[in-house]
């Protein structure tokens, strides 16, 4: 079992009540924390900051433990084991008779959708049709019916636990609206957070994530994430997605808190930089702007009535 262990030393985190919601990213379980947790990470009157923003750069699987008595020292120990990927895999994405139903009677079904290593797809539709639950359901948070999903040949729902979550953080990136980042840490920290999933050196972990940073034409390296813009928060979460090489970025409406011109410079410097780095990319947006950007453009209503034409009702 591989083990990467990292001491984060000199910052202070918050507690976490026991009833900390599950992580919108990373993680497929969430570990249960007392009230007050400054025995497990630490404590600080800083608001607006929960270990479930932390555990949306890196999944946590296994425990959060620090030496007693030392609330300003936490040690972030992850315990994981490593899953292979089919050989010779070559697609980044491939889903095959996908099938979803929430309790409340949603229903998601798509016959197929494939990407092909490095390639880009703007994924548009109205809000509600599933959008988000798609991203949740390639990132393995969700559990589909039916159907598989595969990132770069490994079947990534076949995994459990501890390996579904180490597979997550190597080979899927993501780029949330709000951007996710961990308020307290500066930019390159938030980086390095994220490098906690690779097996790179410590020296070269901080190699990568300067030069990552850098070449999104961020200079403010060691500015806390609360003092940078929001155009230099994009950066930051961009470069966390990219952190690990993964095989799939996945963003979720990222231009969607950003005005008209920002917005498609974002979306310039996203797919620049999953370019650069050989990632495929897939984003979700209901924003018609962006589709005059992106040669291959689905609209996942269209997809999904592919597989209910024939079905009473249609789409629901």
Request: charged residues 20%; hydrophobic residues 40%; positive net charge.
């Amino acid at each position: 079992m591989h083990v990467v262990r990292s001491t984060l030393r000199n910052h202070r985190v918050p507690c976490v009540p026991s009833s900390a919601a599950r992580c919108p990213r990373m993680c497929s379980s969430t570990p249960t924390l007392p009230a007050r947790c400054s025995s497990q990470i630490g404590y600080s009157k800083r608001p607006q900051f929960a270990l479930r923003t932390l555990k949306a750069a890196v999944p946590i699987t296994q425990s959060l433990t620090t030496e007693a008595n030392r609330p300003d020292v936490s040690r972030l120990e992850i315990q994981m084991s490593a899953s292979t990927p089919t050989p010779n895999a070559a697609s980044a994405l491939e889903i095959n008779t996908l099938g979803f139903r929430y309790p409340s009677g949603f229903e998601l079904s798509l016959p197929s959708l494939t990407l092909a290593r490095g390639e880009e797809l703007l994924l548009v539709g109205r809000s509600g049709c599933g959008k988000s639950t798609l991203l949740q359901l390639i990132a393995g948070l969700l559990d589909p019916s039916n159907g598989s999903i595969r990132v770069g040949g490994t079947d990534i729902h076949a995994l459990r636990g501890a390996q579904r979550d180490r597979f997550r953080g190597r080979s899927i990136g993501m780029v949330f609206q709000t951007f996710n980042l961990l308020h307290g840490f500066t930019a390159r920290e938030n980086v390095l957070i994220a490098l906690l999933m690779s097996d790179l050196p410590k020296a070269d972990a901080a190699t990568r994530a300067e030069t990552l940073l850098r070449s999104l034409g961020l200079d403010r390296l060691d500015a806390l994430a609360e003092e940078l813009s929001v155009g230099q928060q994009q950066r930051v979460a961009i470069a966390r997605a990219l952190a690990c090489r993964p095989t799939l970025v996945l963003a979720d409406e990222p231009t969607a808190s950003l005005d008209p011109e920002n917005a498609l410079n974002a979306v310039r410097v996203l797919r620049d930089a999953c370019r650069d780095e050989g990632a495929a990319l897939l984003v979700v947006s209901h924003d018609p702007a962006l589709e005059s950007h992106f040669a291959r453009r689905e609209r996942l209503e269209q997809l999904r009535e592919t597989n209910t034409s024939h079905a009473a009702g249609g789409v629901r």
